[in-house]
Every structure is written in C-alpha cells, then in structure tokens.
C-alpha cells in the first residue's frame, strides 16, 4: 500500500489547513492526484515552501466514492510525472435520492473537537442523470500549550535537546562589541553565547481552527444519436489560520537604542542583537482558499472503438491577511517608538498598547494557480493476433498551468522579520500524446506495451515508455511484472521560487573554536530561493509480484518494487554547505556579520540555499496484503486484512536513510470486521516501526549516520475501533474511537528543522484520543 502521508495545519507549513498524498515516501510531488481520472489545479501556497502539490482538502469527502491507487510508477497514460504512483480520486455519481450525513468528535484531552455534515443528492432516468453533494468540516484549535511535554522548544528535562531561541525577551544587545544579555534576563535563560533564550513551543498550533465547505455537481445526458454530454463543477472554501510566536528579531533588523533612551541601563547607545516583542502577542495569520473545478466533455462509441474528450478549467486562489492585532511588528514603526523613548525594549516589559499599536502592522499575501487542460482518447480493439485480440488506448492531452505567490509589500522591503516570507511566479505548458497495447500472448499470458510523448515548454520533449506482463498459470495464481521509465520537470515552486525565509538550528562550531566560546545550537536563518538551472528528473521503475487466490474467501499478493530517480532534485543538505562555506568570513553564501575584536568570524547573519539536482536517489521495497473472510454462521462474518510495507532502501548519493530518522523499515495495518444483522464493528491495529533518532547528533551540520551513537525512537502501535448500528433501512449510527489506549507519539529529540518538541511530525501525531459518532439517513 506504499505510504500515505498528509501535512497542513501545523505552523512551519506555508499551506496551512492544507493536506498531501506521498506515496512511497517520496514526496508530494513525486504523486500523481487525479479526480475522475484528470489532473487537477496544484494548490496555491506551496507545501513547507517548496513543493507543489494538490490540496487533497479541496476535495469534499462526502463525494469521494473510491481511492484508486495505482502503485507501479511512471504511468503512460496519466502522465511520466507520476514517478511514485497515482491517486485517483473517483467521485460518487448514479446517485438516486438524498442521503444527510452529521459526524461530531473530539478528545478526551486535549479541547480539540470536529464537526462535519453532508447533504448527497441525486436523481437517474433513462437518458440523464444529476447529482450535487454538499460537505462541511469545522475543527476547533488544538494548540501547543495543551500539550504538556510535546508542547516546549526545550526538551532537555525529558532528554531531548533544548532548541529554544536566541530571540528573546528579555533580549540580548551589542554593547561596545560584546553580545550582552539584558540584565534582567534569568540566569537559566543566558546561553554560552550570551543569549536570553524564549521557548516559542506554547505559542503554536497541532491543529489550527480551520472550516471547509465544498459543493460537486455532476450532470449527464445521453443524446438520441448515443453520446453522453457530461459536465463536473465543484468548488470548495476552506478557512485556517496559522499561528507562530511573537516576531523574533536579529542583528538583520539593525535596532538600535540610544544611549539617551529613558530605559536603557547600560546608559549608551547599544545595538539590539536578538530581541523579541513578546508585549505585541503572538502572530497569527488568516487564510482563506478558494478551489473551482469545471469540467465539459462527450463521449460515446463508434464502430467498436470508445472514445472521450473534455476541456477542463482549474483555480486554486488563497489569501492571507494578518492585521495589527495579529502582532505583526515593523521593524521602522519599532525604531521611531525607540529613539522616541516610548518603547522600552528592556527587562521583559509590556509597552502600553498605545504604542504597540503603533509599531504594528496589517499584512496581505496572496496566491493564485490556474490549470487549463483539453483531451482525447478513444479505446478498442486494433487488430487480431492470431485468435486473439490486440486492445489499444490511445490519447493526447494540453495543458497550461501558472502560479503565482505574492507576499506583501512589507516582507519584499525587508521591514517584516521572522517568518517564511514566500515569493513564487512561474509558468508551464504542455502537449502529450500516448498509446498502449494489451496484447495476449498466449492463454492466460498478457503483455502490456506503452509509451508517452510529453513536449514541455521549459524542459523540451521526453518520450517514456512501459513494458507489464500478467501470466495467470492457473486459476488461483496471477503472476505480474511491469517496468517503465518517468520523467518529472521541475515543478512550478522549484523553478519559480523567490528569496523565502526559514531557520534551522546548528552549533556553529567554526566561530565557536574561533572565539573559544562553548556551543549552543541556535537558529539561524536560511534565505531559500527557486533555481531556474535545474534539470528535470529521470526516473526507472519495476515491479515484481504475485497473487495467489485459492478461494474467494482468501486472498494473498506479494510486490518489489524498486524506483531510481537520477537527477533528483532536493534540498541542499545543510552540513555541505556549512562546512564548504561557514569557516570563511568573506563567504556570500554563509554571510557573517563583522567580527568582534579579534575575533576571525562574526555571528552568521544568514545562508542562502537553493534546490539541486543530486545525482541519484534509489528506493525499493515489499508491499504485501493478505485479506481472509471466515463465516460464524448464526454469529455473522469476520474479514480480516493485511497491509504490510517493508522500506528495503531509501538510498541518496550513495547514502542509506533506510532506519534513520523519519524513514522507518517496517509499517503494517491489521484491520478485522464482524458484520452480524444489523451491526457492523471494526478493528484497526497500525503499526509504525523504530528508526534512528535525530540525524546530526551534535547538531553541527554534519549528518552522523554511520557514528553509531544516536538513539532510537521507538515503535508505535494504534489501535482504532468503530461500531455501527443500521437502525432502519434508511438510517444508520457509528461510535468510533481512534487511538484507543491514548497512545502518545514516542520521544524523538528531533532533526532541528521542523521537528523541535520531542517527536517526530512527519511520522506520529499527538492528538491523543479521539472519540467520535456519525449518524446518517437516506430518503
């Protein structure tokens, strides 16, 4: 089943309230999500800043029918692009009545609650038919200081590393030269750099308040000459927030503080180093995403070919706004209020909120993606093979996408400090043409060929094929294998990307052997940008496997798989850069500001960083499923099902993440039902195995995989169960619990990126204990 992974509603994601699909571990944007067999508009903020996805919460849940997954990669007839695989989201349609469905659900601990409801309506007759489905979801926050242990950037006291941050308050100040901490910061707060750490943790959301409400409409007609006009239209709005400490301050922002100033005790003119206005409250953002489908098409028979066409408009348009209660602090305004005298930014002082309002600010940034698509595609049978028929598909597609990410004024003039400040334009159109044939070779032998035409208008022309074979030797045993190549252009936000902003925490270890100064690890900031140089990714695929069927009542497949992408293109590893660039003082790439004294290198003031194209990344693995149903007679049925996903490598340049942080071997869900009269009860059992804890052990840019030193975050099991009850042929009720035993997410000290509260965010989550009930009713 490869592996399914979301993030949104967390406050490192620019795509807040936002959810993606990765199979294989490989990323967003090595999956293909298609709904009803057609791409979709990409979202309009990019995921953790740098990748284009599709939002899969546009997509109202109460009109999905099935997920298809298909997992061999690199499809010939979806797109090369799908180098993992393809999600195909196939929506419910023949409906014939109304169905309301309301859902209601929350923890038992932390305040965090859900709230959805449904209306699916629908009505068939010979010629036509219609449908329009209406979904709503409403969550309430879950914030940070809720959440005990996993709620603080200082995770010493539990065993982890403590990453809060040198941006304090009280803060620290340039004087004469020297970092010095404000007088009144505590003793246990003053780090070896002379910083007055803050711990941001309690500051932020698990899960942001967020509202959705979306609408499907889906129309057919079968015209007397035998072809079916149909027509899709859907649109979705979804409202979030995201939240983050008060704004954090560095040398960047250059403040400074008279020496004439009332307040100021080292009675001259100091420069402030890291400072954080923690009196002007925490930031919040408030984002609005606005989603529209619409899709028109005819399709029918002629002779004994089938054949479909349709054009297809996408838009994906959000809006955040942050306003002057929001805590968005100018740094100007800020300046002015100093060298006024109004605003003391020393000894942890709440200012007058007068003047906070004075040095705040109202923020808008705003994005917009657009998908213009048409194509054709007729299927049946070309030609005879001896006594057997040779099947074709065939088809050509067009499309045009753009995106663009605008961030206010005030970010671009440098005047914002201490968030992602996103910028991204880019660009794209594309023709494609591709053909398949299903050609029997001999009874119960099958041979699949395929190959795709894309001509890109940035990255020129590929041509992709695929080769599958299916030999069922007998009736119960299937036997399959396929192999095909992919190619993926960089997406919109790898190429179109501006300067944006994030941090990382490290030990700069050079400065600090310079100074003879103990390390800390500190965040410092990374200026990330697109990189119109990089090259597309080629990607080879195979996958071996079997199905064995004895009877219909069990049911056991075994697949390889095996992906190899060259050209790859990532993140510039950090510890490379730092260890290329860092130890030299006129360095443009890991700027420093002017040193101190005698010192040979000054504080890093920031790092610029781009995407690359390594040279190689290879990933294989065992997926395995099992499903058996075994009859009690009087007592109902039992099913029980089996999927297993055994990560066998996970290999970059030469290096085996496999068992290292965030990449474990082992996952697996069991799942059991009973189904007896009117009552329904399953049981999920999921199960996510150890890995190594934080890759860079000593936090000094250079991963330790191979030191043998670091710490396993251990497994996890979840156990989730649910009953229903049909009480009429028209009425249904659920109980639910997920996470039964309240299960917390293992400790992981974490990689000083995104992970800093003592687990690991891409593999766990906190929630905790969730109980829910659902209720629905037909007419």
């Known amino acids: 089943n490869g592996t399914f992974s979301t993030r949104g509603n967390n406050q490192d994601s620019t795509a807040n309230g936002s959810a993606a699909v990765s199979l294989r571990g490989l990323g967003a944007d090595a999956t293909l999500v298609l709904i009803n067999g057609r791409r979709v508009a990409i979202s309009a903020f990019a995921e953790g800043i740098t990748n284009s996805f599709v939002d899969i919460n546009s997509i109202p849940v109460s009109a999905i029918e099935r997920i298809d997954i298909l997992k061999d990669g690199a499809s ?16 419910k349609k023949d409906i014939d009545g109304i169905e309301v469905n309301l859902g209601y659900g929350g923890t038992d601990g932390p305040n965090y609650e859900e709230t959805t409801a449904s209306i699916v309506w629908g009505t068939t ?36 590393m403590d990453f809060r941050s040198s941006r304090g308050f009280p803060g620290s100040f340039d004087v004469n030269g020297v970092q010095t901490p404000d007088p009144s910061c505590p003793t246990d707060q003053i780090s070896s750099s002379n910083s007055c750490v803050f711990d941001y943790g309690p500051f932020g959301y698990i899960a942001p308040a967020s509202e959705r409400v979306g609408a499907i409409s889906q129309f057919e007609y079968r015209f007397d000459n035998g072809i079916t006009g149909f027509l899709e239209i859907a649109v ?15 040398k960047d922002a250059g403040l400074t503080v008279p020496g004439s100033h009332p307040n100021n005790p080292f009675g001259q003119d100091v420069g402030i180093n890291y400072f954080r206005t923690v009196d002007a409250g925490a930031r919040q953002w408030d984002i609005e995403s606005d989603t529209m489908r619409f899709v028109a098409g005819l399709r029918g028979e002629f002779n004994d070919w089938s054949w479909e066409t349709a054009v297809q408009k996408g838009r994906s348009k959000s809006l955040q706004t942050g306003d002057r209660s929001q805590g968005w602090v100018r740094t100007d305004f800020l300046q002015q209020e100093i060298d006024a005298g109004n605003y003391n930014p020393f000894g942890g002082t709440y200012n007058d909120p007068a003047v ?15 998908m213009t698509s048409f194509d054709a595609n007729i299927s049946g049978e070309a030609f005879s093979f001896g006594d057997d028929v040779v099947m074709m598909a065939a088809g050509i597609e067009y499309r045009e996408e753009d995106v663009t990410d605008t961030p206010d004024d005030q970010f671009q003039r440098g005047l914002i400090f201490g968030t992602e400040a996103v910028s991204a334009a880019a660009e794209r159109d594309q023709y494609a043409a591709y053909v398949e044939f299903s050609i029997p070779l001999a009874e119960n032998l099958e041979l699949q060929l395929a190959g795709r035409y894309d001509d890109y208008s940035d990255f020129g022309t590929t ?20 192999w095909a ?7 919109l936000a790898q190429v179109g990307l501006g300067p944006s902003e994030k941090s990382q925490f490290f030990k700069d270890n050079y400065r600090c052997d310079a100074t003879g100064l103990d390390c800390d690890a500190l965040d410092y900031n990374i200026e990330f940008a697109g990189n119109p140089d990089l090259e597309a990714e080629e990607s080879e695929s195979w996958n071996v496997g079997f199905i064995w069927a004895p009877t219909t009542d069990f049911g056991l497949s075994v697949d390889v798989w095996s992906i190899t992408q060259d050209n790859k ?25 002017p040193p101190s004294g005698t010192d040979s290198l000054g504080t890093i003031q920031k790092i610029f960083s781009t995407f690359e194209n390594v040279s190689s990344q290879e990933v294989s693995g065992v997926d395995i499923s099992a499903n058996y149903n075994h009859s009690l007679d009087d007592l109902g049925l039992l099913k029980f099902n089996l999927e297993w996903a055994y990560q066998d490598k996970f290999e970059k340049d030469g290096r085996d993440y496999t068992g290292e942080y965030g990449y474990p071997e082992h996952r697996w869900i069991f799942s059991t039902n009973w189904e007896i009269g009117q009552f329904n009860t399953n049981m999920n059992i999921s199960y996510v195995g150890e890995f190594e804890d934080t890759p860079d052990i000593d936090f000094d840019g250079n991963l330790d995989f191979d030191s043998n030193t670091s710490r396993t975050v251990d497994s996890q099991v979840l156990v989730d169960l649910q009953t229903s009850y049909r009480i009429t ?3 249904k009720v659920s109980l639910g619990v997920n996470n039964l035993f309240d299960e917390e997410p293992p400790f992981a000290i974490g990689d000083g990126d995104s992970d800093l509260y003592g687990y690991a965010s891409g593999v766990h989550n906190p929630r905790g204990r969730y109980i829910y009930t659902k209720v629905s009713f037909s007419f």
């Open 729 to 731: 042929e028209s009425a």
């Open 485 to 491: 190549q992919g190619f993926r252009a960089p997406s």
């Open 76 to 91: 010939a007839i979806y797109g090369s692009d799908a180098v993992a695989g393809v999600v195909n989201v196939i929506l």
């Open 569 to 593: 293109i990532d993140e510039q590893e950090f510890g490379p850069i730092y260890n290329s660039e860092c130890n030299n003082q006129n360095s443009t790439v890991c700027v420093r500001l």
């Open 236 to 250: 979705q709005h979804n409202s979030s927030v995201a939240a983050g400490a008060p704004t954090p301050l560095d």
């Open 463 to 482: 041509t992709n094929p695929k080769v599958a074979l299916r030999w069922a030797p007998t009736d119960e045993i299937t036997v399959r294998g396929s």
């Open 356 to 370: 906070i309002d004075r040095i705040t600010t109202s923020l808008v940034r705003q994005g917009e993606s657009h």
């Open 125 to 160: 007759s010979a010629k036509s038919s219609a449908s329009v489905i209406i979904d709503y979801f409403k969550n309430t926050s879950l914030s940070s200081d809720e959440m005990g242990r996993l709620g603080t950037a200082n995770q010493s006291p539990y065993g982890g």
